[in-house]
């Protein structure tokens, strides 16, 4: 244990475990693996119930470009309401929403239709460890943390509604043509560098696609980062774009 005023205690053990006795293999083709739609002839309505309008953006884009019917609540409240109206496949359901919260709408969407009439999957930014068995306890079906990613959100669908999508398979050398490059060696100006970063960690689509565009305009840009950004941001991987960007040179106006 090391311990030090005013900044805090830092607690650790070393834990001694018997080796694997079976080997473990990594299918390295589904990390290259992008989903591109749902598979012809699959017809699912998702309702988002959410009262942050870039939230229910991102969301909404993120199921529609895979083919995803989807339905808007700006509150609990509204939410129900439109259950009842639209008797969505599968509902994202925020927590902290202001007239009616989540918690209290899965309740009562639950009471009025049954557990599983409709999947209900908790949505939210908790910082406290890790809820998803709170929120099974609660009527839901699943628990995404914010921010979540594309991967999740289409996991849910396969895992609750057991559907299938069409996959464009990534060529290896096409994935690690970034890790290729020495990000160190490309510049570009810190006002777009902080553009980039606020837009992906306001998960803001539209400023993100504005940026992108300025990029391509640079002379001298790589092409290829340019590209990557792009896949990156069809994929609402926030994380991997700041990451990407905080490795490339910027250069002041």
């Known amino acids: ?14 834990l001694t475990l018997p080796q694997s006795e079976k080997e473990v293999v990594v299918d390295c083709r589904e990390q290259h693996r992008n ?16 009262d942050i309008k870039d939230n229910q953006d991102v969301l909404s884009q993120l199921l529609s470009s895979i083919g995803v019917e989807t339905i808007i609540a700006v509150n609990g409240k509204d939410g129900v309401e439109k259950t009842r109206e639209h008797l969505p496949d599968i509902i994202f359901m925020d927590i902290r929403m202001p007239v009616m919260d989540g918690e209290e709408a899965a309740k009562l969407i639950e009471e009025e239709f049954g557990k599983d009439r409709f999947k209900i999957i908790a ?12 929120y099974l306890s609660k009527g839901f079906h699943e628990f ?4 979540f990613r ?16 069409i996959y ?38 539209t400023q993100l696609e504005k940026a992108l565009e300025e990029l391509q305009k640079i002379d001298g840009t790589s092409k290829q980062l340019h590209e990557h950004l792009v896949q ?16 490339v040179s910027k250069t002041k106006d």
Not at 2 to 11: A, V, Y
Not at 35 to 50: E, F, M, Q, W
Not at 144 to 147: D, F
């Open 168 to 205: 464009d398979e990534v060529s290896k050398e096409e994935s690690s043509s970034i890790e290729e490059l020495d990000l160190t060696q490309i510049s570009i100006p810190e006002d777009l560098y902080q553009k980039f970063k606020e837009s992906a960690e306001r998960y803001n689509i």
């Open 144 to 147: 995404i943390a914010k921010p």
């Open 232 to 247: 990156l941001t069809k994929k609402y991987d926030m994380k991997a774009i700041v990451k990407v960007l905080e490795s």
């Open 35 to 50: 989903i591109l739609s749902l598979v012809p002839g699959t017809k699912v309505k998702a309702l988002i119930v959410d």
């Open 1 to 14: 244990m090391q311990s030090e005023i005013n900044k805090g205690t830092h607690f650790y053990f070393t």
């Open 123 to 134: 949505i939210t930014a908790d910082a406290i460890g890790n809820r998803r068995e709170y």
């Open 150 to 165: 594309a991967e999740e959100i289409y996991k849910s669908l396969g895992d609750m509604l057991d559907v299938e999508f």
